[in-house]
């Protein structure tokens, strides 16, 4: 269900959250209008300041009215270091902040917050500032400041800034959390902040008790995200439902919430009801093409084809996804046998992640009905218009060819392939993979060293000489020692872990063999693992066993070669 969404990120559960300063737009008004939270230091009496100065700052605001923000930066902050006037301290603060000046605007909103003590937003624009230069302990004095005067703070933002700084640092900002709480432990910024930041030390446990410590009629939007994030997270998803369902009935109109709700539900795969919950989204939000999005994609999974199609249709009208949505539009036309229309789609797909995905599919269409010189037509242009995937398109083709018995072309293009990139490792080993098909073990073997001789730690390439060698050579002794070099470098490769069981058994040794095997089987329960496995059983005597594992590998993969050949070599 990942291809929806990633459940709960941080960014959707702070994202309501109110803007930390006000925005600056030039040309620079006199004033800056306060809030109910703060008093603002008025701009000293001009009286007190000297002519220099007042020449200085009236440059300023004429530089700034002129689109000269640079001039206009400089002066106000030269000016705020020789008046501290909190006035003046603020206005460079501003326009440094709106030019992205950030040290520039960072020492202006520390001599802000300094000459106006009681100003909570300048306490607040320091500790944000300082937050962002990542100097946590300074950021959180000036924001407690603002936590004693019972203004609108910003912890949030603080823990959600440090939350990738280095342990220590996490540290010592838990305990300042842990001694605000004590004075203040229902405030929910607090509450959330500690958790974000347990939560990055790898103490979700910690942070979800943390959380269900707050009382209820003190639980905000973001602290309830995250609760449902974190249950998830601790595979108790199902908690989270009626978590965010009673929030639902106090926040009725939060979209956050509804959309968490529906993505929980599709991790849950309870996918008629996320369908619901995403139709009602999409009402509120008819402008919303990621939630039209989302609902072709459950669609799909329901198989509910024709509804698919028409949300589908409709991005690509509207422009939107336009690849994402014409790659999808062809499965499920695929799904209902609308062939050329499925080609069409697919070659719709013009650039991105889908592109090469959709160039696999019209391969496959094409040769599944008979039309090969349509096919090798097809992707001579494809990498003529995309001479930057040549590469790509030579293995899809090539590959393509091979598993519909097409060898002979396939080997054909894959040298033509070869011819334009000599040394390429992708093309070298698909050319000895359709020599394994033409029984060419000796070109097999040229192709496989020449990547091992210029990557000696190309683990694949090892094991499938390895694995060649013990399969279909007596040549084992070789063939362990290529197999072991592969499985040092991964050995939780199930595919190597059974090349290496596979060479012991054909060594002799039955219980080297089983062991290996057994691991391969239970990382990756493929059909020819279990071939292997279940012959190794069978010349153990175990031969119950090896049937068992064999039926089983045969109700998920009923056409495997390897496993039919298996079965049938050994009990007839």
Not at 341 to 364: E, P
Request: hydrophobic content about 40%; charged content about 25%; glycine content about 4%.
């Amino acid at each position: 269900m990942n291809k929806y969404f990633s459940l709960l990120a941080i960014s959707i559960i702070v994202s309501g959250c109110q803007a930390l300063a006000p925005d600056t737009q030039f040309p620079i008004d006199d004033t800056v209008a306060p809030d109910s939270t703060q008093t603002h230091a008025p701009v000293n009496d001009t009286a007190n300041f000297s002519p220099e100065t007042l020449v200085s700052l009236l440059t300023a605001e004429i530089a700034g009215q002129r689109d000269r923000f640079d001039i206009a930066s400089d002066n106000y902050s030269q000016q705020a270091q020789l008046t501290a006037d909190p006035g003046v301290a603020e206005r460079a603060f501003r326009i440094a902040e709106y030019l992205g000046e950030e040290q520039r605007a960072l020492d202006s909103a520390i001599l802000w917050a300094n000459a106006a003590p009681n100003d909570l937003e300048a306490q607040r624009s320091a500790a944000i500032q300082l937050a962002q230069a990542e100097r946590y302990d300074e950021a959180m004095q000036y924001m407690e400041k603002v936590l004693l005067q019972n203004g609108d703070t910003q912890f949030d933002f603080l823990a959600l800034s440090a939350a990738q700084s280095d342990p220590k640092t996490r540290a010592a900002l838990l305990q300042s959390f842990d001694r605000l709480l004590v004075k203040r432990p229902n405030n929910p910024q607090l509450v959330f902040s500690k958790a974000i930041l347990l939560h990055q030390d790898d103490r979700s446990q910690e942070a979800l008790q943390l959380l269900e410590r707050l009382p209820k009629k003190h639980a905000t939007v973001t602290t309830i995200l995250l609760r449902a994030r974190l249950l998830s997270q601790l595979n108790r998803g199902a908690e989270a439902l009626p978590v965010l369902s009673d929030a639902l009935k106090q926040y009725p109109n939060e979209n956050r919430l509804r959309i968490t709700y529906a993505r929980q539900l599709i991790e849950l795969d309870r996918l008629e009801e996320a369908r619901a919950e995403f139709l009602e989204l999409l009402q509120q939000s008819p402008s919303d093409d990621d939630l039209r999005f989302s609902l072709a994609l459950i669609n799909m999974d329901l198989g509910a084809w024709l509804e698919a199609q028409v949300y589908l249709e409709e991005l690509i009208i509207r422009g939107s996804h336009s690849d994402a949505a014409h790659y999808n539009l062809g499965q499920v036309l695929e799904k209902l046998q609308e062939t050329e229309q499925a080609l069409n789609a697919y070659n719709s797909v013009q650039s991105g992640a889908n592109y090469l995905a959709a160039q696999q599919r019209v391969i496959a269409l094409l040769l599944s009905n008979e039309q090969l010189s349509e096919a090798t037509t097809h992707f001579e242009l494809q990498r003529m218009v995309q001479a930057d995937l040549a590469i790509q398109l030579y293995l899809i083709e090539t590959e393509g060819l091979a598993n519909y018995d097409h060898t002979e072309t396939a080997w054909l293009r894959i040298n033509q392939g070869l011819k334009q990139y000599p040394a390429e490792p992708s093309l070298l080993y698909t050319r000895a993979m359709i020599a394994d098909k033409r029984n060419d073990l000796t070109q097999l073997e040229d192709d496989l060293r020449q990547i091992i001789d210029n990557d000696p730690n190309n683990a694949m390439a090892l094991n499938a000489l390895g694995y060649t060698l013990a399969d279909r050579t007596e040549r084992l002794e070789e063939a362990r020692q290529l197999i072991e070099q592969a499985h040092q470098l991964e050995p939780n490769d199930a595919a190597i872990t059974d090349s290496l069981g596979w060479v012991y058994f054909r060594l002799g040794d039955l219980d080297s063999a089983e062991r290996l095997l057994r691991e391969a089987y239970n990382g990756l329960p493929d059909a020819e693992i279990a071939a292997h496995l279940g012959e190794v059983l069978w010349f153990q005597g175990k031969r119950t066993e090896a049937r068992r594992i064999w039926n089983q590998a045969l109700k998920n993969q009923p056409n495997d070669a390897t496993l039919l050949d298996t079965m049938q070599r050994l009990t007839q």
